[in-house]
């Protein structure tokens, strides 16, 4: 399952992955960094793909089965 | 920028970077319009605690989105690491406040009667610009078009460097060391220390 993942150290909350984010999945917290709610979180990428500090990626995540 | 929903208003504030710099070319006192662009993002920092300017308002940025993205004037590469690092975002902050400093003692110079109205604009801190018919004379003291000139000249400086790593790298490149994003996000992680955010 593919699901982006922020740096919050690097992060420099511009706000540009929140604005592409088709599910509206990220918020930008207390203008400090990008919030990913994974549970809204498609993994398309588009907030990768504008990022332009490189600190939002998706990333491949295993999905546990009970 | 997602297609399908009606557009707000203030996406469209990427035309006023173009108008203020339009504007600025006739006449310098227009420069002082480019305050709204210092104080407004401070305001919501300081007031709100959040980057809502940024995330929004920001003309600058959408002008090199509507350029680097719907025009294709970028190679939409990623920038190196260092350019989003602390100390070189935070080290272009000190020195771009040093200029702004500066250039606000040019200014008093001129209002002090010590130094005189210069008609250009100096272009990354270095390159002087004839700049003579953007201003003759108004009614107010040369030390107000001092500053225009001087202001006029950051802009212009910062815009062009946003432009250069637009093209070079991603389109919002300058979003990553742009000084006013720095200070007002350092400002919001301040207000945010005192009532941590959750993770």
Known sequence: MRKAENDRNRCVAC?????RCPREAIEIRKGCYAF???TKCVGCGLCEDACPTGSIKVKEYEVARV | MKKGRKKHWYEYLWIWTIVYFALGFFNILFAWLGMIDF???LIFAIVG???WF??????????FWVLGRNMKCSRRKPSPKWIASKWFRYGFLAFFLTMFGTMVFQTYLVFSGAGTLRKAIKLFWTFKVPWQWAYNGSVFPDWVAQFGFG???LMLTSTLIGLIVMALYKERTWCSFCPMGTMTQGICKLKAGKTKPEA
């Open chain 1, 15 to 19: 706000g540009l992955c929140a604005l």
């Open chain 1, 36 to 38: 990913v709610d994974i």
């Open chain 2, 39 to 41: 104080i407004l993002p």
């Open chain 2, 49 to 51: 605690g959040n980057k």
């Open chain 2, 54 to 63: 940024c995330n929004h308002m920001c003309g600058r940025g959408q002008l």
């Open chain 2, 151 to 153: 202001f006029y000249s």
